[in-house]
């Protein structure tokens, strides 16, 4: 079979051809999406945060002006370059005669601003990376509940779309290049045949198509596999909120009260020892201190960041919302709630439970939420993925001591492993049940 050779010959020329088309296609794609992903986790934003928060917040803040101008959005004023230079020793610069660093200096009648020479450029993209970001805004309240919000979504339906279009183009570049060999093909083989037997002129194109099983199983392949790795990536990013930092209604900081006034947290979260969830602190809570808590404390409140307007403002909230009158020192009566911005949020059909975490298993808040006690505003600190969850089940040894539930379970089951210590992956943590509904 003469023809038929030759057809093979052409199909593995094209199978290399396609197939070296792809390869590139694909690692074009992967090397956009790669770079788009570093450019968008390069910086670090809490990080940023906390450099900001330890040398800049003494004169500046986000959204007003204290010492220095509010820094929410700098980046776009400005040249890279020239901040750095100017965050590193805006004095120099001011002296060399940068035109912009002069107006803005004359501008703050001419208070200098600090040199920041320890800092790298790295540094100081996370600090603009902080002062770039901007918290997706919260959905309007229903029915004074506190607000849930999932952030990015509709950015990763653009993703999804980009990434179906561009499948599409490839597959649609894939047919048209074996069209046009087949079109080559197809004549040769139809001559051969028309020598033989004259039966017929030609062949359409999709029944050579569909008569080609390994053409067939080739595109079938091709297609499974980049619908599964576009599923996959679309599965990995779904729902993860991790850095996730709302603007709340008043400005309430964990750091002065959990990190400077060593308030403990189950003083406002009381449930998250004994029920599922942790809760957020009624105001009344706020009003055991503040009834009294009121007065700025110039110098020492400005050190932490505070202007006295913006200290009295944000107490000034607290009050109204609780109808507490300062001058008579008594409840009003008249009430608006504040809605909290729901920051940690796992998809309903996830079970968690803080009091068997909390209490039972003896994890600390930390250990889930980050360095709380240093956050100015909260944010979510860990991913909440269910890889997240599983890992730490599968590295974190139950305690069993003192423990009634579990010393009869844990000597059966370490007598089944044949060991001392239980993972709670090995109590049944990795059940599926465990978890879902
Ligand atoms: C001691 C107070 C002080 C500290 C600390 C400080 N700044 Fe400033 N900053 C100023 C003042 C004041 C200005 C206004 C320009 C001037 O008078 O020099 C300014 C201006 C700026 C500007 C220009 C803003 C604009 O809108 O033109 C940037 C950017 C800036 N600061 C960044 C930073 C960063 C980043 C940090 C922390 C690493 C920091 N500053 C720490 C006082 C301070
Ligand atoms: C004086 C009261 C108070 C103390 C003490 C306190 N918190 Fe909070 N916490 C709040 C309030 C009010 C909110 C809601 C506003 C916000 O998110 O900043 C909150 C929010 C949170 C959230 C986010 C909730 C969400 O929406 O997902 C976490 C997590 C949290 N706190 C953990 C802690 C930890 C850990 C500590 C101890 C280190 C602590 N808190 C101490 C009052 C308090
Ligand atoms: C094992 C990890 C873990 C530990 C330990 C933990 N949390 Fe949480 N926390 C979570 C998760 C996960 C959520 C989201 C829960 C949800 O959406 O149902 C959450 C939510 C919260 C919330 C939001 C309100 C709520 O209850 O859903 C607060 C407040 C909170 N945690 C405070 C605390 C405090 C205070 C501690 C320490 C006493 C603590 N958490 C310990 C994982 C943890
Ligand atoms: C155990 C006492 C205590 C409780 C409870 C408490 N605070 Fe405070 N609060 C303080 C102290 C102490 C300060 C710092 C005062 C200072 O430095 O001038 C403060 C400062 C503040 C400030 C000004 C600084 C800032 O963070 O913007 C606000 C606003 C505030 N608290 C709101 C709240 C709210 C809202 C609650 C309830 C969720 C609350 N506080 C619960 C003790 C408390
Ligand atoms: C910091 C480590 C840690 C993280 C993170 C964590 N867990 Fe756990 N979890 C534990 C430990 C330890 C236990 C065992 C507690 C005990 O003794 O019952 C446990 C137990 C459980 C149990 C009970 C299992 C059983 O066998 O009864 C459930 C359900 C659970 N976790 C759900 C979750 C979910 C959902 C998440 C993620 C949102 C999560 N956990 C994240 C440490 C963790
Ligand atoms: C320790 C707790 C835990 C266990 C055990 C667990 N899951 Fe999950 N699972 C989660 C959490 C948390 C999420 C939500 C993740 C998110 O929102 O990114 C989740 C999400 C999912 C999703 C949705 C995926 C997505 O990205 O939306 C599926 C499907 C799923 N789990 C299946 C399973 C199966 C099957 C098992 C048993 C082999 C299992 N899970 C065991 C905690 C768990």
Request: charged share 20%; net charge neutral.
């Amino acid at each position: 079979m003469k023809g038929n050779s030759k057809f093979l010959q052409d199909f593995f020329s094209l199978l290399s051809k396609t197939s070296l088309m792809t390869f590139f296609a694909f690692i074009l794609f992967f090397s956009t999406t790669f770079s788009h992903n570093i450019s968008s986790q390069e910086f670090d934003i809490a990080k940023g945060k906390s450099l900001f928060n330890a040398n800049c917040a003494s004169c500046h803040k986000l959204n007003k002006k204290l010492i220095g101008p509010a820094l929410r959005g700098v980046s776009a004023k400005y040249e890279k370059d020239w901040l750095y230079s100017w965050i590193k020793n805006s004095a120099a610069m001011i002296k060399s005669g940068d035109e912009q660093a002069v107006a803005i200096y004359e501008e703050y009648n001419k208070v200098a601003m600090n040199a920041f020479p320890q800092l790298s450029n790295e540094d100081i993209d996370n600090i603009l990376a902080y002062t770039d970001y901007v918290p997706p805004k919260p959905v309007a309240p229903v029915s004074g509940a506190p607000v849930s919000e999932s952030s990015g979504s509709s950015s990763t339906n653009d993703l999804i779309l980009i990434l179906l279009s561009f499948v599409l183009a490839v597959l649609v570049i894939l047919l048209v290049l074996i069209n046009k060999t087949l079109k080559n093909i197809i004549p040769q083989k139809a001559v051969a045949i028309d020598d033989a037997k004259n039966i017929k002129k030609r062949i359409p194109i999709w029944k050579a198509f569909i008569q080609n099983q390994f053409l067939v199983l080739v595109s079938v392949v091709i297609l499974l596999l980049s619908s599964a790795y576009f599923a996959y990536g679309y599965m990995l990013q779904v729902g993860v909120d991790q850095g996730y930092m709302p603007i709340q209604p008043i400005h309430y900081s964990h750091k002065i009260h959990a990190g400077a006034n060593q308030i403990e947290c189950q003083y406002c979260h009381s449930s998250a020892k004994k029920s599922k969830h942790s809760g957020i602190p009624s105001l009344n809570v706020c009003m055991n201190c503040h009834e009294n808590i009121a007065d700025y404390n110039g110098e020492e409140d400005l050190e932490k960041g505070y202007t006295k307007e913006f200290y009295t403002n944000e107490i000034k909230k607290l009050y109204k919302a609780v109808g507490w009158d300062e001058n008579s020192q008594s409840y009003t009566g008249d009430t608006e709630p504040v809605k909290w911005v729901r920051i940690h949020n796992l998809p309903d059909f996830v079970y968690f439970n803080h009091a068997q975490h909390v209490t039972v298993a003896g994890v600390d808040c930390q250990k889930c939420h980050g360095p709380v006690e240093e956050m100015e505003i909260l944010y979510q600190h860990s991913p909440l993925t269910m890889g997240w969850c599983i890992n730490c089940h599968r590295e974190t040894n139950i305690k069993v001591k003192d423990n009634e539930y579990y010393t009869k379970i844990h000597e059966e089951l370490s007598k089944k492993y044949g060991v001392e210590e239980l993972t709670a992956a090995q109590m049944g943590g990795l059940e599926c049940g465990k978890c879902h509904y």
